[in-house]
């Protein structure tokens, strides 16, 4: 991979025709060493926000042991690349092969559930196993999160104690996990969660061993500027501190976006314009799904074919992508100089959660081989940027 000094320098040199992804492995780093240092518990990296073998190994090395995985295909990966690795399989809903092969095959000893059928699978799969760490899922509000996943997963209200006491008689160690949705805004999102924990507790009168306040941790974007991530750690600790659990009960958290979103960005070429509407060679088809399906805005700056930035006032623009799709459309507005024009670049910043996870190759599209770069990314919720002269990332670069 190569390496390149900052995103200006790439654009300078290369000129793509492609798309090409730029990584910052000194931000993963630094996010996953502020989780690790600071977080009260364990963290767990949600691998589906991105599950870039060189990610996952930078995240290792900064002090991230603990991996939450969604399918059997990330036990498998995880298990590849980290081999030391505690793998949690936190998807509620899994197939009994899936389950036998991620505890038989590759040491998994953690799972999540929300209901009866659930647990009845885990414990067929597992040949009635004794040592287990079962994590009960219950449905919270995902009305301070940006996007809602409160829809899908979580027992009802009305479940919770009948489960937690069935799970409670089978787990070696029995835990409450939930999930206020994507980028929640606020720290109270985990406090009022956190009562529908303790009401949980009351009513099934179980011991609980962990709790599990999933994801939901914010990153920066246009337009969605969340408090310090040590508030919400402070009133999860806060909140964990008063539950009625054992005294040796562990904390947990799933953060994915919070860890590897200023991982990465992506330099565009605009190929067209026409009006306020930019037509660039990346889309909804390929790193920018959200843009184009939720309405993400995304930072992004631009610059010309020597790396300079365009100069101009200000602007809104759309984006349309490379396919032949109506719906390859960014409606934004993502704000640029109004002289921007063909031949010029976009770096479109944030993209390292979810945007270099959900690619396709739809339509025959191609995306660029990604390079390295040491410069700091477009935002940062991480107080004070760390200098980076490079020679720590030149030497991934050329391992």
């Given at each position: 991979?190569?390496y390149?000094p900052?995103?200006?320098?790439?654009?300078?040199?290369?000129?793509?025709?492609?798309?090409?992804?730029?990584?910052?492995q000194?931000?993963?780093?630094?996010?996953?060493?502020f989780?690790?240092?600071?977080f009260?518990?364990?963290?767990?990296?949600?691998?589906?926000?991105?599950?870039?073998?060189?990610?996952?190994?930078?995240?290792?090395?900064?002090?991230?042991t603990?991996?939450d995985v969604?399918?059997?295909?990330e036990?498998?990966?995880?298990?590849?690349?980290?081999?030391?690795?505690?793998?949690?399989?936190?998807h509620?809903?899994?197939?009994?092969?899936?389950?036998?092969?991620?505890?038989?095959?590759?040491?998994?000893?953690?799972?999540?559930?929300?209901?009866?059928?659930?647990?009845?699978?885990?414990?067929?799969?597992t040949?009635n196993?004794?040592?287990?760490?079962?994590?009960?899922?219950?449905?919270?509000s995902?009305?301070?999160?940006?996007?809602?996943?409160?829809?899908?997963f979580?027992?009802?209200?009305?479940?919770v104690?009948?489960l937690?006491m069935?799970?409670?008689?089978?787990?070696q160690?029995?835990g409450?996990?939930?999930?206020?949705?994507?980028?929640?805004m606020?720290p109270?999102?985990?406090?009022?969660?956190?009562e529908?924990?303790?009401?949980?507790?009351?009513?099934a009168?179980?011991?609980?061993?962990?709790?599990?306040v999933?994801?939901?941790?914010?990153s920066?974007y246009?337009?969605?500027t969340?408090?310090?991530?040590?508030?919400?750690?402070?009133?999860?600790?806060?909140?964990?501190?008063d539950l009625?659990i054992?005294?040796?009960?562990?904390l947990?958290?799933?953060?994915?976006r919070?860890?590897?979103a200023?991982?990465?960005?992506?330099?565009?070429c605009v190929?067209?314009?026409?009006?306020s509407?930019l037509?660039?060679?990346?889309?909804?088809?390929?790193?920018?799904?959200?843009?184009?399906?939720?309405?993400?805005?995304?930072?992004?700056?631009?610059l010309?074919?020597?790396?300079?930035?365009?100069?101009?006032e200000?602007?809104?623009f759309?984006?349309?992508?490379p396919?032949?799709?109506?719906?390859?459309h960014?409606?934004?507005?993502?704000l640029?100089?109004a002289t921007?024009?063909?031949g010029?670049?976009?770096?479109i910043?944030?993209?390292?959660?979810?945007?270099?996870?959900?690619r396709?190759g739809?339509?025959?599209?191609?995306?660029?081989?990604?390079?390295?770069?040491?410069?700091?990314?477009?935002?940062?919720?991480?107080?004070q940027?760390?200098?980076n002269?490079?020679?720590?990332?030149?030497l991934?670069?050329?391992?």
């Open positions: 991979m190569q390149y900052d995103a200006a320098s790439v654009v300078a040199d290369l000129r793509p025709d492609e798309s090409v992804t730029l990584i910052r000194h931000a993963a780093q630094r996010a996953a060493r989780f690790a240092e600071k009260p518990g364990k963290s767990l990296y949600a691998v589906k926000a991105n599950p870039s073998p060189d990610l996952l190994r930078s995240l290792w090395d900064a002090g991230i603990h991996y969604a399918s059997i295909g036990v498998r990966l995880v298990r590849q690349i980290l081999p030391e690795a505690v793998l949690c399989y936190m509620p809903v899994k197939s009994e092969r899936a389950i036998a092969e991620a505890y038989h095959q590759h040491g998994v000893r953690a799972f999540s559930l929300d209901t009866h059928e659930e647990l009845g699978k885990i414990a067929r799969a040949d196993a004794d040592d287990l760490d079962l994590g009960v899922r219950i449905r919270v995902s009305e301070h999160a940006k996007l809602s996943l409160a829809a899908k979580g027992a009802e209200a009305e479940e104690a009948s937690l069935a799970t409670r008689q089978f787990a160690r029995l409450i996990c939930f999930h206020v949705g994507s980028q929640a606020t109270a999102a985990y406090a009022e969660a956190m529908s924990v303790r009401a949980a507790i009351v009513a009168s179980v011991t609980v061993d962990i709790v599990n999933g994801g939901g941790f914010p920066v246009p337009g969605m969340p408090p310090a991530l040590e508030s919400y750690f402070q009133l999860i600790h806060d909140s964990f501190d009625p054992s005294y040796s009960a562990e947990w958290c799933e953060p994915g919070a860890l590897c200023e991982y990465a960005s992506l330099i565009v190929e067209k314009r026409r009006g509407e037509y660039i060679n990346d889309g909804a088809y390929g790193s920018l799904f959200d843009a184009a399906h939720i309405d993400w805005r995304f930072p992004v700056r631009a010309n074919c020597d790396g300079e930035p365009v100069a101009g200000s602007a809104n759309s984006f349309y992508g396919t032949c799709d109506d719906l390859d960014m409606k934004g507005p993502f640029l100089p921007i024009r063909a010029d670049y976009i770096e910043g944030m993209l390292g959660a979810y945007g270099c996870a959900m396709t739809f339509n025959g599209i191609q995306t660029g081989e990604p390079v390295m770069v040491g410069d700091e990314p477009m935002e940062t919720l991480y107080a940027p760390v200098a002269d490079g020679n720590a990332v030149r991934a670069a050329k391992a």
